[in-house]
């Protein structure tokens, strides 16, 4: 879900970008999805910078959503081992020496 997200807010980001370039210095003619549609006609500019901010806000949205969990098959991390006992000395230092 969080890298179908990243991919939308980009594609509006870029669609959004790629029409208000097209207003301004008439590039990008394909890709300026917002200049070929009838129904914005006059309000062109305002509508590619609404995509633009909707683009952001998808992004910013995608950074929030939690990547979907791997399947739990064995891989991945090991938990962490127990630490190891210390052995207790073989002899007493401070016993007596016998005779």
Request: proline share 11%.
């Amino acid at each position: 879900m969080k890298k179908l997200l990243e991919w939308v807010g980009l594609g509006l980001l870029v669609i959004g970008g790629c029409s208000v370039l097209h207003h301004y210095v008439s590039w990008f003619d394909k890709w300026a999805v917002v200049e070929n549609l009838p129904l914005f006609e006059g309000h062109k500019l305002y509508v590619s910078g609404a995509v633009i901010v909707l683009g952001l806000v998808v992004l910013l949205v995608s950074d929030k959503v939690s990547p979907e969990p791997r399947p739990a098959t064995g891989g991945g991390r090991r938990p962490a081992l127990p630490e190891p006992a210390v052995p207790e000395p073989a002899f007493d230092a401070d016993a007596p020496d016998w005779p």
